[in-house]
Structure formats: C-alpha cells, structure tokens
C-alpha cells in the first residue's frame, strides 16, 4: 500500500445453499451479504438479537408512535434484549426486504427433516436452537393487510442484490442461505458474503 494511503481489506465467504458460516466481528467492521446471480435469501442472527424488539424500536422511531414495522430499512439498527443497538443496517438494494417478523426455519417445517435457518444458525453460532432470540430474515417479499403479514408470496431477486450491517460493536453473527426450495422467486444458489474491515491510515513507511 501507498504510505499514508486507506487500508481496506474484505475477506469473501461463500455461503453455500442450506448451510450457515459464523463471522466474528469488532466494532467497525461490516459484513456485506449479496446474491451473486440473483437466487436465494437466507437468515442472518446474532446471540440475543430480539427481533420483537426491534419492530418496536424502530417504529417508534420511524412514527413516534408504539406501533409496529416489518422490515428494517437503511439507517435502522438491530437490538439485542438488553435494548442496545447491535448493528445498523448501512446498505440495502433489490426487492427483497430485511424481513423481522419470520422465524426464520427449522427442521420441522421439512418433511424430510433437513435443518432448517434456526437450526443451521445455532449450530454455527455454537449455542442451542433455544437460544437464538430472533431472526432477520432477507430478500424477502411480502404483502401486508388487517388480516395477516403475508410473507414469502414471491420476489424478483436480481444479481448483487444485497444488504450490509456495520457491527457497533465486538460481536458474532451467522448467515445463513436458506434450504427451502419452495419460496416463488428463490432457487438454489450460495450467498457472497464479505467482511469488510475499516481503512486505517498508513505507517508512512516509504514503498510499504
Ligand atoms: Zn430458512
């Protein structure tokens, strides 16, 4: 690097369809989740994510008001259940929501029992299935009326579609790329997922 010159480095992780990977995090960082041609959505979790919370901080934000939102936007954080913001949502592009009302999926859903988002997400964050409090699942589609969220009706998921999380501080996390074969608009694929390291200035050393 150039002396004196912004230092970036991103270290690629391929998430591969119906597995999850963990990222360890410092404050700083952010961790960037794209489809590379467009195929599937998955779930992203962190120890003590509550995402029940989430909704109502984030409408009260958003409307001063305790009411409730579906998804987080660009510029919103994610809470854990001690109410502190964990990480922010910096950048979002395609159809597809960061949805925080799903579950996200387990093994049961399955009729061939394959481990589902909660069980693949636990198991890579090394705590119990129990312990996961929330889940933000993305690229998703979704109408709402008075009768129900009505979720996972169909997306147009395009290439680089993505979504990026600057973590506020030291924290784990998990991505997942979900097993679920029968969302209209997903198909099979693996997810880029890339951690993304804040430049810091140079040491000055001449050619270093
Ligand atoms: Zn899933």
């Known amino acids: 690097m150039k002396a004196g ?3 970036m480095s991103e270290v690629v992780t ?3 369809h119906g597995t999850a990977v963990r990222f360890g995090l410092s404050a700083g960082e952010t961790i960037r989740i794209e489809t590379p041609d467009g195929s599937q959505g998955g779930d992203f979790s962190f120890p003590g994510f509550d995402q029940g919370l989430t909704r109502n901080k984030l409408g009260w934000k958003r409307f001063g008001r305790p009411w409730l939102v579906y998804s987080a936007e660009t510029g919103d954080s994610l809470f854990d259940v001690d109410g502190e913001a964990t990480f922010e949502v910096t950048s979002m592009a395609g159809e597809g929501v960061a949805d925080i009302m799903y579950p996200g999926c387990w093994d049961e859903v ?3 029992r ?3 988002c909660q069980d693949l997400i636990s198991a890579a964050l090394g705590i119990e299935r129990r312990e996961l409090q929330g889940m933000l699942s993305f690229f998703i589609g979704f109408a709402a009326d008075e009768v129900a969220y ?5 997306v147009d998921l395009q290439p680089g579609d993505h979504l ?3 973590a506020l501080r030291d924290v784990d996390c998990a991505v997942s790329a979900c097993p679920d074969t029968g969302i ?3 198909r099979p694929g693996s997810l880029r997922v890339v951690v993304i390291s804040p430049g810091r200035t140079g040491s000055g050393e001449p050619g270093a």
Not at 150 to 154: T, V, Y
Request: aromatic letters at 14%.
């Open 150 to 154: 009505r979720g996972l009706a169909g």
């Open 164 to 166: 990026e999380f600057l």
């Open 5 to 7: 010159a912004m230092e």
């Open 110 to 112: 399955y009729p061939d």
């Open 184 to 186: 209209p608009g997903w």
């Open 14 to 16: 391929e998430v591969g």
């Open 114 to 116: 394959r481990q589902g």
